[in-house]
């Protein structure tokens, strides 16, 4: 099992910035990815970014790209999301995966965090 904490959302005006952070824990992956998903209230859940933790590929969705930096931490199986210009549409649970495998699938992941809360006023 692979327990996973995220940390860093709340509430922030648009063109602000946040950084949140997703720590492993567990009988991790020798090979593994991790990455963010979030859902919006009435929405269905949406990929945001993934990085592969060999190697450092990382891999975006259109909607944030150019304005979110995924990244490795200095302590093994932490990853970081930094959000900038955020927008009002950016608003909602965002969630950190683990998975074995770099994808904007949902259902390649094994294991997800209990979500942080981010809402981006106008």
């Known amino acids: 099992q692979v327990q996973l904490v995220e940390s860093g959302g709340g509430l922030v005006q648009a063109g602000g910035s946040l950084r949140l952070s997703c720590a492993a824990s567990g009988r991790t992956f020798s090979s593994y990815a991790m990455g963010w998903f979030r859902q919006a209230p009435g929405k269905e859940r949406e990929f945001v970014a993934a990085?592969?933790?060999?190697?450092?590929?990382?891999y975006y969705a259109d909607s944030v790209k150019g304005r979110s930096t995924i990244s490795r931490g200095n302590a093994k199986n932490t990853v970081y999301l930094q959000m900038n210009s955020l927008k009002p549409e950016d608003t909602a649970v965002y969630y950190c995966?683990?998975?074995?495998?770099?994808?904007?699938?949902?259902?390649?992941?094994?294991?997800w965090g209990q979500g942080t809360q981010v809402t981006v006023s106008s």
């Open positions: 995966n683990y998975g074995e495998r770099l994808s904007i699938w949902a259902s390649e992941y094994d294991y």
């Open positions: 990085i592969r933790w060999s190697g450092g590929s990382t």
